[in-house]
């Protein structure tokens, strides 16, 4: 979402209320001149409340949303999970009848590897769960810009123009 507000300071506050009220909470934020971005994760369940919610923050000047399924992926995660597990219990079973010391060697590398997929795997099914139960919100924040127009006339074209510059420059300094 990108709003225009008048105040970003108060616009952020109301941001982290917001993520706070509905059992979120604020993933990452970057402040910039003239505005700032933030990335709330809230509770899937309760997305389209919380979207209408930030809307009241400012002046929408636009939306988009978007989805990914990761239904697939949970399923064949956790059916490779399982099956270094299987093959982890076969180890471990192994490495009880080994007899020589490089059968023992062997079978605990094996176990090693084994070990590392199956923690590498659970972290990313952590991941997507987490990702299914929370929604991410990122909102970018823009100050909203008092423009004045200043007409006048000169008879010397240069005096003119460096007017108008300076009318610009003071304009961008001043947030007028």
């Given at each position: 979402i990108r709003l225009t507000v008048s105040?970003?300071?108060?616009?952020?506050?109301?941001?982290?209320?917001?993520?706070?009220?509905?059992?979120?909470?604020?993933?990452?934020?970057?402040?910039?001149?003239?505005?700032?971005?933030?990335e709330l994760r809230i509770?899937?369940?309760r997305f389209e409340e919380a979207m209408l919610t930030i809307?009241?923050?400012?002046?929408?000047?636009?939306?988009?949303?978007?989805?990914?399924d990761v239904t697939e992926q949970i399923i064949?995660?956790?059916s490779r999970l399982n099956a270094s597990k299987a093959l982890e219990s076969r180890l471990l079973q192994l490495l009880n009848r080994a007899v020589t010391v490089e059968e023992v060697l062997k079978i605990e590398d094996q176990l090693t590897r084994v070990r590392a997929d199956i923690e590498r795997m659970d972290a990313q099914l952590k991941g997507l769960v987490g990702r299914v139960k929370y929604a991410s919100i990122t909102v970018e924040l823009t100050i909203r810009y008092r423009v004045y127009r200043i007409d006048i006339s000169c008879e010397t074209p240069n005096v003119q123009e460096e007017f108008n510059n300076l009318v610009m420059k003071i304009g961008v300094i001043g947030r007028i």
């Open positions: 105040n970003i300071t108060l616009a952020y506050q109301q941001l982290i209320n917001i993520a706070l009220g509905f059992n979120g909470y604020v993933y990452n934020s970057k402040g910039y001149e003239g505005g700032a971005t933030i509770p899937s369940s809307q009241q923050i400012g002046k929408v000047e636009s939306i988009s949303i978007s989805t990914q064949d995660l956790e």
